[in-house]
């Protein structure tokens, strides 16, 4: 059992949760982001500091951990969004293999899943002010596959990810690989506790290693909707995708 883990975007909106998902269940949680001032330390958490550009210190600060779970994100309004996603992505995959960890568990986008064979972010009414980060999430799954050194996992939420999904930790759930679920409304939106939950369920169960997966609750008998159906619920994601607190590094 992995029994130290460092979360990497420890104070963004994911982030908080695994930290606290993790000392529920009584890990060592390394806790890094780019101030830790505004990380919550207890026992069995350590607040670090770290920039991502920098791997060389950034591998030091991870070496000794059993894995790493990175939350890392810009933010979704930052203008550069797409080249700070992919460098520091990129910079975090690096690092963390100079670390000497092998188990490494990753956060992308809803954007890179498929419906009737379609890429949620190629879609004509995927929302301009997200897409820039969407794809380079999409382009960071690709890099990541081409990695043969790590165990690697990479994490899609549901769409509607954001403030709105908060409070509700059901630990009921099922996961899926390369499509979005929806519930009886239509929506694809899961609790971030939930979302937490189930990277530390996969984290402990070695799920999904060299793969990406989404999560899904068992008590929702969605169905897959069709891609013109899909996109009338973007607007809606925009405003909560664009509003969501995230770590920037």
């Not at 939350?71 to 080249?83: A, H, K, L, R, V």
């Not at 700070?84 to 809803?110: M, Q, W, Y």
């Not at 790590?150 to 499509?179: C, H, K």
Request: proline share 3%; net charge positive.
């Amino acid at each position: 059992m992995n029994k130290k883990v460092a979360v990497i975007g420890a104070t963004g909106f994911v982030g908080k949760k695994v930290v606290n998902e993790l000392s529920s269940r009584g890990y060592e949680v390394n806790a890094i982001a780019r101030d830790s001032s505004k990380i919550e330390t207890k026992n069995n958490v350590n607040a670090i500091s770290a920039d991502v550009n920098n791997t060389e210190e950034f591998a030091r600060i991870l070496k000794g951990n059993d894995a790493v779970i990175s939350t890392f994100n810009p933010g979704w309004n930052n203008p550069n969004i797409y080249d700070d996603f992919l460098n520091g992505a990129k910079n975090i995959e690096v690092a963390v293999e100079k670390s000497g960890i092998k188990r490494f568990i990753t956060v992308g986008g809803a954007g890179s899943l498929f419906i009737d064979g379609k890429q949620l972010v190629d879609g004509p009414n995927f929302p301009a002010e997200i897409k820039p980060g969407a794809v380079a999430a999409r382009e960071y799954l690709e890099i990541l596959k081409k990695n043969e050194n790590l165990d690697w996992t990479f994490f899609s939420p549901a769409i509607e990810m954001g403030p709105q999904s908060e409070g509700a930790r059901t630990g009921v759930y099922r996961t899926d690989l390369e499509n979005p679920v929806f519930n009886e409304n239509g929506r694809s939106m899961l609790s971030v506790e939930d979302d937490a939950l189930v990277l530390v369920d996969k984290l402990e169960q070695n799920n999904f290693v060299k793969k990406r997966f989404k999560k899904k609750k068992k008590k929702s008998l969605s169905k897959i909707l069709k891609f013109k159906t899909l996109l009338k619920h973007f607007t809606l994601t925009k405003f909560f995708l664009l509003h969501q607190l995230v770590e920037i590094f």
